[in-house]
């Protein structure tokens, strides 16, 4: 149960940066575009990818992902989901702003399953361990 209490402390943080990050943007007034407001979305997915694959990954689960599950053997677990969330915020930091804002919705939109998918299997797991 304390692991469970951590946990959904984690992910009340993260919405609350999400949500600060959300209204700065809003007070601020960024009238140009969204491209702020969607890639804080993909910022908040690519973490929550990050932290539901190191918690499966540490508790009986396996990558699906055939390059980096190379990488995971090559270098473990926690340098592979750094490295990778790290080269997805080089992306957003450096090439967001001239996407078209189209592309970067339906990126939103697309990324969202990755970790709706890792905390299905998340419930699955912990399914397995209560009995």
């Not at 969607?38 to 055939?66: A, K, Q, Y």
């Not at 080089?90 to 919705?105: H, L, N, Q, Y």
Request: charged fraction near 15%; aromatic fraction near 16%; proline fraction near 2%.
């Amino acid at each position: 149960m304390k692991f469970v209490t951590r946990y959904i402390a984690v992910y009340v943080v993260m919405v609350a940066i999400f949500a600060a990050t959300l209204s700065i943007v809003y007070f601020v007034g960024i009238s140009e575009s969204d491209w702020w407001i969607s890639g804080s979305c993909i910022l908040f997915l690519i973490f929550l990818d990050h932290m539901t694959t190191l918690w499966v990954l540490r508790n009986g689960g396996r990558e699906s992902n055939p390059l980096a599950r190379f990488v995971q053997r090559r270098y473990g677990d926690t340098a592979t989901s750094l490295s990778m969330m790290a080269g997805s915020f080089a992306f957003v930091g450096f090439f967001w702003r001239i996407i078209p804002d189209e592309v970067c919705w339906a990126m939103v939109a697309a990324y969202t399953i990755v970790p709706i998918n890792n905390l299905l299997v998340v419930r699955k797991i912990w399914k397995r361990k209560e009995i």
